[in-house]
């Protein structure tokens, strides 16, 4: 391997802001799920509620680890050169590791992981601020009503991409961070709505009205990664005049970068699509029997709306 090659692809740009959060956060819901385990045995079988499993915590581990990759690892390094590496940057901070750590139902972990009486503070700061007739709690409904989330989505992902933003964040650590920032707040809440994770300000979303608003996600991702990928000419100056290690042309460097925000992203939201209609038919085969009693007789075979309640 070309030595150059081999020193960026071994670099991390570690961050001790970074590192100290992932660390926090980590440390934090571990020993929050480790306290609500030993606190939920619910039989001499050891059967635990739906909250404590294994898969929550590999969730929440997994998503915090694609977050420092994201930020941290040699993607971080190659992302100012190549285009391409920026959009997977993009990717693991919007579509992958937000939804890994929404699922993981963060919230009360993360309290249980707190000192007793940091605990019990949190959770009166929180029981006044979310209270149903806290002004405070309807703000926070209010802002972050699906719609306007949305909106915030759209407009994180799609705007940071115009050409002057997107060029400032490459030429200023600074910009460059409130990027990353407004990308991964999109996706956190984005993912909020969909997972139904804590704290629940919002009625539930039923599974087809999830089903909606995750599908209505893609027209817009996939749109950007078309325009990216079909541009003819560079669209981000930046990386005209940088020494590139790999893809020396810049508009085949964008074309790889709009294909992977295109499809890749794309089926990010349509692998959340499966997931929720394999959920949907699980309940509708777990539903009881209609009563033979609605449907077997002639005159009910005879009504129409047959085999439906009201």
């Known amino acids: 391997m070309d030595p150059v090659t081999k020193a960026v692809l071994l670099s991390w740009a570690w961050r001790w802001d970074v590192t100290l959060l992932l660390f926090v956060m980590g440390g934090l819901y571990v020993t929050g799920w480790i306290r609500l385990r030993k606190r939920t045995y619910v039989s001499r079988r050891r059967n635990r509620p739906h909250l404590v499993v294994w898969w929550r915590l590999i969730a929440y581990l997994s998503g915090l680890i694609l977050v420092g990759v994201a930020l941290m690892s040699p993607i971080d390094v190659l992302s100012q050169q190549l285009f391409f590496m920026h959009m997977i940057q993009h990717l693991l901070l919007i579509m ?3 939804p890994l ?6 919230m009360p972990f993360l309290l249980w992981g707190l000192p007793t009486r940091w605990r019990h503070k949190a959770g009166r700061v ?5 209270h149903r007739e806290s002004s405070t709690r309807n703000l926070v409904v209010k802002l972050t009503a699906p ?6 989505w759209i407009i994180s992902v ?7 933003l997107y060029n400032a964040a490459l030429r200023y650590e600074i910009i460059h961070d409130i ?3 407004f990308f991964f707040a999109a996706g956190m809440l984005f993912w909020w709505h969909v997972t139904g994770a804590g704290p629940r300000l919002h009625k539930q979303f039923g599974i087809v009205a999830r089903i909606v608003f995750v599908l209505a996600a893609v027209p817009p991702n996939m749109f950007l990664g078309i325009v990216l990928a ?3 000419v560079p669209i981000y100056s930046y990386y005209e005049g940088v020494p590139r290690l ?6 085949i460097d964008q074309t790889i970068g709009g294909v992977i925000m295109w499809i890749p992203g794309s089926m990010m939201y349509i692998i959340a699509v499966l997931i929720l209609l394999t959920k949907l038919f699980d309940q509708e085969g777990h539903k009881p029997p209609l009563d033979e009693k609605l449907w077997a007789s002639d005159e009910a075979m005879a009504a129409p709306g047959i085999g439906h309640e009201n």
């Open 147 to 152: 719609g306007i989330i949305f909106m915030f």
């Open 230 to 232: 079909f541009a003819s």
């Open 179 to 181: 990027e990353h920032l």
């Open 158 to 164: 799609i705007g940071w991409h115009d050409p002057t």
């Open 101 to 106: 750590l929404m699922i993981a139902n963060p």
């Open 246 to 251: 790999w893809v020396n042309d810049v508009v």
């Open 96 to 98: 992958i590791a937000p």
């Open 126 to 130: 929180l029981s006044y601020l979310l």
